[in-house]
T-cell receptor, first 112, second 112 residues
């Protein structure tokens, strides 16, 4: 079974803090993704990575950065958290490009 | 603009009935199509993949694809209250080749 884990289920941070969200997959998948999900807006792609140290912007990259130093780990960084970044953050991975993605449990981030 | 459209619902069906969920997409280059189920507060879970025109059956689930009409559907036979969830349609992004484009989901309620 594919397993995707995320570092926290719930996280509360203050405005201006630097926030790290980590994602680890154990199936040797090449491709990893970060989404945020908000009511009425659906899943929106923030960044994805198709190889170690490679990254591509998704639809809403502003205010975020990512890091992929090892194949199994993909980190999302909020450089200076703002209240409009309060959301559910979902990490996913896939073996083949454009193929089925497997999601982690999600991190519900609240920025106060 | 890459769009995946779903009726938001809620779609209400009685227990034991067939639930029919529909999705249309705009990207003619898409080749891979997926249905995810998402319970409230949880992450999306893959339930069906379909790549060729026609029907694909897996237990109580049947996915139907018509590329000419740019239409994909999910039928759930013998619906159970435990099927009550939001169902997300996802289509591979023919432009990037890596990402999936998600619809906003249809909420299904199965009433006892």
């Amino acid at each position: 079974d594919v397993k995707v884990t995320q570092s926290s289920r719930y996280l509360v941070k203050r405005t201006g803090e630097k926030v790290f969200l980590e994602c680890v997959q154990d199936m040797d998948h090449e491709n990893m993704f970060w989404y945020r999900q908000d009511p009425g807006l659906g899943l929106r792609l923030i960044y994805f990575s198709y190889d170690v140290k490679m990254k591509e912007k998704g639809d809403i990259p502003e205010g975020y950065s990512v890091s992929r130093e090892k194949k199994e780990r993909f980190s999302l960084i909020l450089e200076s958290a703002s209240t409009n970044q309060t959301s559910m953050y979902l990490c996913a991975s896939s073996f083949f490009p454009g193929n089925e993605q497997f999601f982690g449990p999600g991190t519900r981030l609240t920025v106060l | 603009q890459k769009e995946v459209e779903q009726n938001s619902g809620p779609l209400s069906v009685p227990e034991g009935a067939i639930a029919s969920l529909n999705c249309t997409y705009s990207d003619r280059g898409s080749q891979s199509f997926f249905w995810y189920r998402q319970y409230s507060g949880k992450s999306p879970e893959l339930i069906m993949s379909i790549y060729s025109n026609g029907d694909k059956e897996d237990g109580r689930f049947t996915a139907q694809l018509n590329k000419a009409s740019q239409y994909v559907s999910l039928l759930i036979r013998d619906s159970q209250p435990s099927d009550s969830a939001t169902y997300l349609c996802a289509v591979n992004d023919g432009y990037s080749g890596y990402a999936l484009n998600f619809g906003k989901g249809t909420s299904l309620l199965v009433t006892p």
